[in-house]
């Protein structure tokens, strides 16, 4: 248990969930006592259902479980075949047999490895240890959003700008590929050591074909947009509502909308119940605050257009350097006008015109392959 709140807490948890203490020096005197008892060591530690050691499928040998959730327990494991650190995700054994959790697991998968960029977790493969289901993806060594939000409140100001970027790119990859995320949230997003941003979770993502009705609702309700809350529609606008409450909570360490249910949380949005970024965070930047509040108006009409936008409309913020970021190639004009004297850095100008000139020697090259062919 937390010293701090007495929570429960897994006993390879870096944190604690519910008030943010640092469990380091439990954790170590746990593993001591662990080591110094003549008790099991499972008696003092929730190894999950695979103990450190274990080797999964010939291939995994398990370090440690890292997490557990509604979804299913996540392992850190070494992949002996490769040589390198993966995560396994299992469904939880409760279940197994649900034929609707197998296939968001499969569809996680699926979405998952169309999308290929720095700022979204890779997702490997999937496979199946006596009877149990599990995703192999990418190890993040670091901790998600949320947590390191309820352990520090906001983060500064530089810092927020560039995880929000980080962010933004992520979530315009995904939309590239014509894939919403679904459920963008704190929780969701992994930050390493390094500070590199790593959107996780797409197990309710879905292709941006029209979602609507019921299945427009599945997801977190606190990070739903108002289209989605009354059973509309998804689409990348309601992409773009979770981003501004993401952000909001990045500047200003609180959540924007309070409710524990769908009918609250709606309530809330519709009485425009928001309290001002400038009223949490007397120094805030007012472009901040006009983004994420154009991020989160009610009419997805009315909302940025892109997850680009939104990083190019932060401060600092750059249309040819945001496009960069998504692996976006930018259009001749973006570089035209990116290129006016002191607009922009000259080694990105350079990169983003090799980019164009790269992909028009591609293109020429493919039509005259198909013509000779």
Known sequence: HCPSCSAEVQSTARFCDSCGTDLSDLTAAVSQAASESSLPHSSLLDQGRFAP???????????????RGGMGEVYRADDLK????????????????????????????????????????????????EGAHFMAMEYVDGEDLASLLRRIGRLPHEKALEISRQICAGIAAAHEQGILHRDLKPANVMVDGRGRVK???????????????????????AYMSPEQLSGR?????SDIYALGLVLYE?????????????????????QS??????????????TVERVVLRCLEMEPTSRPTSALAVAAALPGGDPLAAALAAG???????????????????LIAIAALGVIIASLVLSFAGSVRDDFY
């Open 53 to 67: 050691g274990t080797l999964l499928d010939e291939r995994y040998r398990v370090v440690g479980l890292l997490g």
């Open 82 to 129: 490769l040589g390198q650190s993966v995560a396994l995700k299992f469904l939880p054994t409760e279940m197994e047999q649900d034929q609707v959790r197998l296939n968001l697991l499969l569809n996680e998968v699926r979405l998952a490895r169309q999308v290929s960029h720095p700022n979204v977790c890779r997702v490997y493969d999937i496979g199946q240890i």
């Open 199 to 221: 959107l996780t979770d797409f197990g309710l993502s879905g292709l941006a074909t029209r979602i609507e009705g019921e299945d427009a609702r599945v997801g977190t309700p």
């Open 233 to 237: 529609e998804a689409t990348q606008s």
């Open 250 to 270: 990045i500047f200003t360490g609180k959540r924007a909308f309070g409710g524990k249910s769908i009918a609250e949380i709606a309530q809330a949005q519709q």
């Open 273 to 286: 119940s928001l309290t001002s970024l400038s009223s949490l965070v007397t120094d805030i930047d007012e």
């Open 328 to 346: 976006e190639t930018p259009s001749p004009e973006m570089v035209a006008d990116a290129v006016a004297p002191g607009s922009v850095k000259p």
